[in-house]
């Protein structure tokens, strides 16, 4: 006869007293000790102040992006007189909705170039072994050390002899030859994964760049999530560049454009701080929300980069 489903599986009654003592030793079985409140007392005390000191600003400036230009800076996070036309005022005397385009435009093209770039010489470094390898990596990250104004005027003179100086390509177009910080960072994920899976290709006949694009890039997605956003709000939030290469007010980005607004509403000494406070607060938003959306990769590939295997 045909063992009887009883027989061939074990149920939890047949489970005896030294079998639950295992399973109850085991690290995670059961519930984790809660802290007393009064020792979690201090840290949420102080997590609290430092969440209230790095928040004050944001919404010091949604409150004055409310108020009427007399009420500004009376230092009341509820405006006693609410003005929400300031930000009809804004898109009045500003072409906010080209700006924000413009910027966009130019984040996501910095953001791919410098994604890719980073991503090819790191990979070299981290997967080839040649003689002189870790000097060529130490001169690359010493360009760090190099500030912004010693090469702004060579490279300036560089894009007005190919004449594109009052274009939009400056802005985004140097990021082709990749930055120090993102080769350095995307190199320590690189050497983070098994060699072993890129020799089991090169046995199969995959060349350098097919282990590259199909087996690097895939397994890198986190740290080329956290390069892309780095640089989105990097592009989002340079001023310097723009002051530099845009004359032409249809080129504008954000930045450029909240400065204009400062100049304009700066003569004769009287600034409507409220029409300032509310382009601000429309420029700062959409990092807002690209932050709410990309938290999640921006944690992981901080922490992934940070490894070797």
């Not at 360009?143 to 100086?165: C, F, H, R």
């Amino acid at each position: 006869m045909a063992a009887s489903p009883a027989g061939l599986t074990a149920t939890p009654a047949s489970q005896g007293p030294a079998t639950r003592k295992v399973k109850a030793a085991r690290p995670g079985a059961g519930r984790r000790e809660r802290v007393p409140i009064w020792k979690r007392a201090p840290y949420v005390v102080l997590l609290a102040l430092v969440s209230v000191l790095f928040t004050y600003p944001f919404l010091w400036l949604i409150s004055a992006s409310f108020k009427p230009r007399t009420d500004v800076f009376d230092n009341k996070l509820i405006p006693h007189r609410w003005r929400p036309a300031n930000f009809a005022d804004v898109w009045h005397y500003g072409d906010m909705l080209h700006w924000l385009l413009n910027s966009a435009v130019v984040g996501i093209a910095a953001a791919t170039t410098v994604t890719i770039s980073s991503a090819v010489v790191a990979f070299g470094f981290a997967y080839f072994r040649f003689p002189g390898r870790n000097i060529l990596f130490g001169l690359v990250l010493a360009t760090m050390m190099l500030p912004q104004a010693v090469t702004m005027i060579p490279v300036y003179i560089i894009w007005n002899k190919v004449g594109l100086t009052g274009t939009q390509v400056p802005l985004w177009a140097q990021n082709i030859f990749g930055s120090a910080f993102y080769i350095f960072l995307l190199r320590q994920f690189f050497l983070s994964l098994p060699r072993e899976l890129f020799e089991a290709a090169r046995v199969d006949g995959c060349n350098f760049f097919g282990l590259f694009w199909r087996i690097a890039l895939p397994l890198a997605r986190p740290a080329l999530a956290i390069v892309f956003i780095f640089e989105i709000q990097a592009s989002w939030n340079d001023l310097l560049k723009p002051l530099i290469y845009l004359q032409n007010t249809s080129l504008f980005t954000m930045p450029r454009g909240l400065k204009s607004i400062i100049d304009t509403f700066g003569n004769g000494g009287e600034h409507h701080w409220e029409i300032i406070s509310a382009a601000s607060l429309i420029a700062t938003i959409p990092m807002i929300v690209i932050f709410a959306f990309a938290q999640r990769h921006i944690i992981e590939g901080i922490a992934t980069t940070g490894r070797k295997g």
